[in-house]
């Protein structure tokens, strides 16, 4: 079968031929038939060989959707011909985070050498992919599999940031985006529909800020040196009660420490690397201050729920396996527009 993997330290990702793997006792075969690319497949790839913590070839792809085709000994919870998406923080399923369904938190992962399809387990990029468990895959519902298929990191992520600051989006609040990429125009839509707050989106060109107001962003401006005192303006100079940051770079959180109003709260949710001072004095009072990681099972449910609702869609391109070199290079230079979707079967 054809795979996208990082085969080497420092190496481009390359489409290759494997073989087709087997399911073993308690797993599940996939016939892949739509996978995500994401921002994150560039940190793996970025990482020297010290920091992997995994062997390579790796085949990426945290984002997958596709049909059952075959099952291991002890699998009676599906069945050959599902359409499934797949949860991708993947856990031990036993600790008291796994237990919550919560197993993007799960306590020992790293002890046990657990890792994501596609970020240190084989992933989804490919015409087939194992799933270690059937825990790790929910039903599609029939929702169209290369819409679906963001929605398990694109979607999840933000609605799980999201969720927790909703109590405080009451009427006459203002929720601030930064980055209004792939995560982020997602995350626009879920502010509108789980929420009153007046939506402010920033990033850094105007074809980004165009597809925020297709979303739904009741302001779009540019990401620079005068956004703060903009957001500050629109806000009466109080600030924003939730700043959601889906780029996570040190200019970007600054910008979100200085736009969040009292009591308010800043997701970092971007892996640019960034990190934001919290002390007295340092951020507004009694600002809380967090860096979220995907979303639970249940939660993955819940954004499939509202896809089917018609109230989340993802703006997609797709590529056929053999471009996905070429996706990789425009997700790089910042020209997808919103999520880049593989097709491994065509």
Same mark, same amino acid.
């Given at each position: ?31 892949? !038939?739509? /996978? =995500? @690319? ?7 790839? %970025?990482? *020297?060989?010290?920091?992997? $913590? ?97 929605? !398990?990191? /694109? =979607? @999840? ?7 927790? %600051?909703? *109590?405080?989006?009451?009427? $006459? ?100 690397? =960034? ?72």
């Amino acid at each position: 079968m054809k795979a996208v993997q990082y085969r080497a330290v420092g190496a481009a990702p390359e489409v290759v031929r494997i073989p087709v793997p087997a399911p073993g006792p308690g797993q599940v075969l996939l016939r892949v !038939t739509a /996978a =995500g @690319l994401c921002h994150s497949d560039f940190a793996v790839m %970025s990482r *020297p060989a010290e920091q992997l $913590g995994f062997p390579l070839p790796l085949t990426l792809g945290h984002e997958g959707v596709g049909t059952v085709t075959e099952v291991g000994d002890g699998v009676t919870d599906v069945a050959v011909g599902d359409a499934v998406a797949v949860y991708g923080p993947w856990g031990c399923g036993t600790c008291v985070k796994c237990a919550e369904g919560k197993e993007n938190y799960c306590l020992r992962a790293r002890e046990l050498g657990i890792f994501p399809p596609g970020l240190g387990a084989p992933g989804a990029m490919a015409e087939y992919m194992i799933v270690d468990s059937p825990r790790h895959i929910v039903p599609l519902g029939g929702l169209d599999p290369v819409q679906a298929v963001p929605l !398990t990191d /694109a =979607g @999840l992520t933000p609605y799980h940031a999201i969720k927790r %600051s909703l *109590p405080k989006l009451v009427p $006459g609040s203002t929720a601030v985006v930064i980055g209004t990429g792939g995560l982020g125009h997602v995350a626009i839509q879920l502010l509108r529909e789980l929420s009153p707050a007046w939506v402010i989106a920033l990033d850094v060109n105007e074809e980004k800020l165009a597809l925020a107001r297709e979303v739904g962003a009741h302001e779009a401006i540019l990401s620079d040196a005068e956004s703060v005192g903009m957001v500050r303006e629109l806000t009466g100079g109080r600030g924003a009660e939730a700043v959601f940051d889906f780029v996570g770079a040190a200019p970007t959180v600054a910008m979100a420490g200085s736009c969040v109003a009292v009591e308010g709260d800043v997701a970092i949710v971007g892996i640019g690397g =960034g990190s934001l001072a919290v002390g007295f004095g340092t951020t507004p009072y009694e600002v809380s201050v967090t860096a979220p990681y995907w979303g639970s099972r249940s939660e993955l449910m819940e954004v499939l729920d509202l896809a089917r609702a018609d109230v989340i869609s993802v703006h997609v391109e797709t590529y056929g396996i053999d471009d996905t070199p070429t996706a990789y290079q425009r997700l790089h230079d910042g020209t997808v527009r919103g999520r880049a979707v593989i097709l491994p079967q065509e």
